[in-house]
């Protein structure tokens, strides 16, 4: 019997995402390239946001970014987010420009602890055989 | 659009018979009662109307068979609760044009009892990259907005506190508000934690409750039964859906651009206004639109609602009918300070009443600062 899952599994998952996904499963966060302008973005689609060109690629984040804001939960409006509250939802700036949403991990959800703009790194939890999700703790 | 400046007037307004907790009315019914009662309100007959303008869970087409009218002109735009507002300026130009003659504007949410209602959209954004890590709803989004707003300009909790003490206030005064009481700064801070920045009484009510705005133009609006509130001017504009793809947070390009437009067309500086409307559904909210629309600079919204500038009796009153956060918030909440502004100029709000009010401001958000659309009104041409 597999374990209980504490967070709601990504769904649908759309076609343009897959290697996105793919890419978690083997500990890597990948994010689509512009070949044109050179410009990371997020979320994946089929289409540079920046130009405009449909010559998207893809390129391995380092996993580093800053926390650029945060906000503390201290109760779950999903039935399907089993993780007990309080728990931190986070906005990271990834160092290659995208801003994706997560969870701040290793660190007590506090206001006066966490700091807009501290330097963060990315964490991957395996949720099951075919899906890891990025969460991020302080860099060390 | 500068020609098409008080074109075209509102003629009527209203809500739902009553709005509030309203497990036995269904959405379609509050939409019913809302349109009749704002063509009633115009002195016009549901016979009269060939234009329908509708966003949320109803179609235009569907609104025009409850209805029992074919119109002439339809508008389904849909991009949040700031719609309505948007569609103040569609109906200027379709109205100019001869498109349709008297066009209604109707808003139905059945936001707190769900009754008649199901919902299927398309999650894969969300369902991919934010519920999987709790988010989902919007406290869990607009506090982004707001935790970075306090980080970038050093706004407190007691700043934003003090939009939800002045909103309180101007609900005491309007007899249809779900909550009359006044609060203070440390009721809304000590009130229970939700979703840091938010406590409970820094996020709107969640109601059941229907909303419509009658337009026609300018001529025919002074055969009407009430004094016309000219549209003097609308904009609008959009520019994400993803909170993280918001370019300038803390601020929001599409409340800019929405109201540059809607000046431009009105030929109003900010002095001119004397009474604000603005969507509040978190107490963040008012603010920063005061700064995307140029009011101030970044950071220094929360200056209106210092030392009673926003109240009653005060220099620049905000949000006169108590707002999202204490007079209703079904869920898109665009057509309530629509119908606010008009009763304000129509001199019809009573103890809450702005004396000699001459301009309003009406700006709404989509999403969470997705969208906007600004209204300038009058009954001044
Ligand atoms: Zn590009």
Same mark, same amino acid.
């Given at each position: !019997?597999?374990?209980?899952?504490?967070?709601? &599994?990504?769904?649908? !998952?759309?076609?343009?995402?897959?290697?996105?996904?793919?890419?978690?499963?083997?500990?890597? &966060? !990948?994010?689509?390239?512009?070949?044109?302008?050179?410009?990371?973005?997020?979320?994946?689609?089929?289409?540079?946001?920046?130009?405009?060109?449909?010559?998207?690629?893809? !390129?391995?984040?380092?996993?580093k970014g800053k926390l650029y804001s945060f906000q503390i939960a201290?109760?779950? &409006?999903?039935?399907?987010?089993?993780?007990?509250?309080?728990y931190i939802l986070a906005m990271v700036e990834l160092e290659?420009g995208p801003r994706l949403l997560s969870n701040m991990i290793n660190i007590e959800a506090d206001p006066d602890v966490l700091k807009c703009d501290m330097p963060v790194e990315?964490?991957?939890?395996?949720?099951?055989?075919?899906?890891?999700?990025?969460?991020f703790q302080p860099a060390? | 659009?500068? /020609?098409?400046?008080?074109?075209? *007037?509102? +003629?009527? %307004?209203?809500?739902?018979?009553?709005?509030?907790?309203?497990?036995? %009315?269904?959405?379609?019914?509050?939409?019913?009662? *809302?349109?009749?009662?704002?063509?009633?309100?115009?002195?016009?007959?549901?016979?009269?109307?060939?234009?329908?303008?509708?966003?949320?869970?109803?179609?235009?087409?569907?609104?025009?068979?409850?209805?029992?009218?074919?119109?002439?002109?339809?508008?389904?735009?849909?991009?949040?609760?700031?719609?309505?507002?948007?569609?103040?300026?569609?109906?200027?130009?379709?109205?100019?044009?001869?498109?349709?003659?008297?066009?209604?504007?109707?808003?139905?949410?059945?936001?707190?009892?769900?009754?008649?209602?199901?919902?299927?959209?398309?999650?894969?954004?969300?369902?991919?990259?934010?519920? =999987?890590y709790?988010f989902?709803?919007?406290?869990t989004y607009f506090g982004m907005i707001t935790t970075r707003h306090m980080h970038e300009y050093g706004t407190t909790l007691?700043d934003w506190?003090?939009?939800?003490?002045?909103?309180?206030?101007?609900?005491?005064?309007?007899?249809?508000?779900?909550?009359?009481?006044?609060?203070?700064?440390?009721?809304?801070?000590?009130?229970?934690?939700?979703f840091y920045p938010f406590?409970?009484?820094?996020?709107?009510?969640?109601?059941?409750?229907?909303?419509?705005?009658?337009?026609?133009?300018?001529?025919? *609006?002074?055969?009407?039964?009430?004094?016309? %509130?000219?549209?003097?001017?609308?904009?609008?504009?959009?520019?994400?859906?993803?909170v993280t793809?918001m370019a300038d947070l803390p601020l929001?390009?599409?409340?800019?651009?929405?109201?540059?437009?809607?000046?431009?067309?009105?030929?109003?500086?900010?002095?001119?206004?004397?009474?604000?409307?603005?969507?509040?559904?978190?107490?963040s909210?008012?603010?920063i639109?005061?700064?995307?629309?140029?009011?101030?600079?970044p950071g220094?919204?929360?200056?209106?609602?210092?030392?009673?500038?926003?109240? =009653?009796?005060?220099?620049?009153?905000?949000?006169?009918?108590?707002?999202?956060?204490?007079?209703?918030?079904?869920?898109?909440?665009?057509?309530?300070?629509?119908? /606010?502004? %008009?009763?304000?100029?129509?001199?019809?709000?009573?103890?809450?009443?702005?004396?000699?009010?001459?301009?309003?401001?009406?700006?709404?958000?989509?999403?969470m600062?997705?969208?906007?659309?600004?209204? +300038?009104?009058?009954?001044?041409?």
């Amino acid at each position: !019997m597999e374990p209980e899952l504490l967070r709601p &599994l990504p769904k649908p !998952m759309t076609p343009e995402a897959k290697p996105y996904w793919d890419g978690l499963n083997e500990g890597k &966060l !990948m994010l689509p390239k512009c070949e044109d302008c050179g410009k990371a973005f997020f979320y994946p689609r089929i289409a540079c946001p920046h130009c405009h060109s449909r010559n998207v690629g893809w !390129m391995q984040a380092s996993g580093k970014g800053k926390l650029y804001s945060f906000q503390i939960a201290y109760r779950a &409006l999903n039935p399907a987010f089993k993780i007990a509250p309080p728990y931190i939802l986070a906005m990271v700036e990834l160092e290659e420009g995208p801003r994706l949403l997560s969870n701040m991990i290793n660190i007590e959800a506090d206001p006066d602890v966490l700091k807009c703009d501290m330097p963060v790194e990315v964490v991957f939890e395996k949720q099951n055989d075919e899906v890891t999700i990025p969460l991020f703790q302080p860099a060390g | 659009m500068k /020609e098409l400046s008080n074109s075209v *007037a509102i +003629v009527g %307004v209203d809500e739902s018979d009553e709005i509030g907790k309203l497990p036995d %009315v269904s959405l379609t019914s509050l939409h019913l009662q *809302a349109v009749h009662n704002a063509v009633a309100d115009a002195g016009l007959k549901i016979s009269d109307v060939d234009g329908i303008f509708t966003a949320g869970q109803h179609s235009p087409a569907m609104l025009g068979e409850a209805l029992g009218i074919t119109p002439r002109y339809v508008d389904g735009t849909s991009v949040g609760g700031c719609s309505f507002i948007m569609m103040v300026g569609h109906a200027v130009a379709a109205l100019h044009h001869g498109l349709c003659d008297v066009a209604v504007i109707s808003h139905g949410e059945s936001g707190r009892s769900g009754t008649g209602v199901t919902r299927a959209r398309d999650t894969s954004l969300s369902g991919q990259y934010e519920m =999987p890590y709790g988010f989902g709803g919007a406290p869990t989004y607009f506090g982004m907005i707001t935790t970075r707003h306090m980080h970038e300009y050093g706004t407190t909790l007691e700043d934003w506190a003090r939009v939800a003490v002045s909103t309180r206030a101007w609900a005491g005064l309007n007899p249809k508000a779900m909550f009359q009481d006044p609060i203070t700064v440390e009721d809304v801070l000590n009130s229970p934690k939700l979703f840091y920045p938010f406590n409970l009484l820094n996020i709107c009510l969640v109601t059941d409750a229907g909303g419509a705005v009658v337009l026609t133009r300018a001529d025919r *609006a002074k055969d009407c039964a009430k004094k016309p %509130v000219y549209v003097r001017g609308a904009g609008e504009g959009t520019e994400h859906t993803l909170v993280t793809n918001m370019a300038d947070l803390p601020l929001s390009r599409a409340t800019t651009i929405s109201g540059n437009k809607a000046f431009e067309m009105a030929g109003v500086k900010h002095s001119d206004f004397d009474h604000i409307m603005l969507y509040d559904a978190f107490t963040s909210g008012p603010p920063i639109m005061m700064e995307s629309l140029g009011f101030c600079e970044p950071g220094e919204g929360v200056r209106f609602f210092d030392e009673g500038r926003s109240d =009653p009796g005060g220099s620049l009153p905000i949000n006169t009918n108590g707002g999202g956060l204490s007079y209703t918030h079904s869920g898109m909440y665009g057509i309530f300070p629509i119908i /606010e502004a %008009v009763r304000q100029q129509r001199g019809e709000c009573g103890d809450r009443q702005v004396p000699g009010v001459k301009c309003s401001l009406v700006n709404g958000m989509g999403g969470m600062l997705s969208a906007a659309g600004t209204i +300038v009104l009058s009954h001044e041409t």
